[in-house]
């Protein structure tokens, strides 16, 4: 199974950017879908934003326009670029890909003034 080695993150200002950064420890196929989930206190883990098997990009209602989910093959690298933080956006962020069901051990984002 791929490993995932996730950084970035931690404590960021409201109308801020961050970015996350989701290494595999193998190449990833370009037909893998790949992902971006977060889980909030007390919430369950849900999607943010993903590159389907076909290249197409997916967000969420409440990060379209503000996040941008990317991948760099030869790095075999995940990015999600968070611009305009908001509080409601501090969550712990996964990276995940499919197949292979492969989650990456979680990165805590902190939007706060």
């Known amino acids: 199974q791929v490993q995932l080695m996730q950084s970035g993150g931690g404590l960021g200002q409201p109308g801020g950017s961050m970015r996350l950064s989701c290494v595999a420890s193998e190449f990833i196929p370009s037909e893998y879908r790949v992902a971006w989930y977060r889980q909030a206190p007390g919430q369950e883990r849900g999607l943010v934003a993903r590159?389907?098997?076909?290249?197409?990009?997916d967000y969420v209602d409440f990060v379209l326009g503000r996040f941008t989910i990317s991948r760099d093959n030869a790095k075999n690298t995940v990015y999600l670029q968070m611009n305009s933080l908001k509080s409601e956006d501090t969550a712990v962020y996964y990276c995940?890909?499919?197949?292979?069901?492969?989650w990456g051990p979680g990165t805590q984002v902190t939007v706060s003034s």
């Open positions: 590159i389907t098997s076909g290249g197409r990009t």
């Open positions: 995940h890909i499919f197949p292979g069901d492969s």
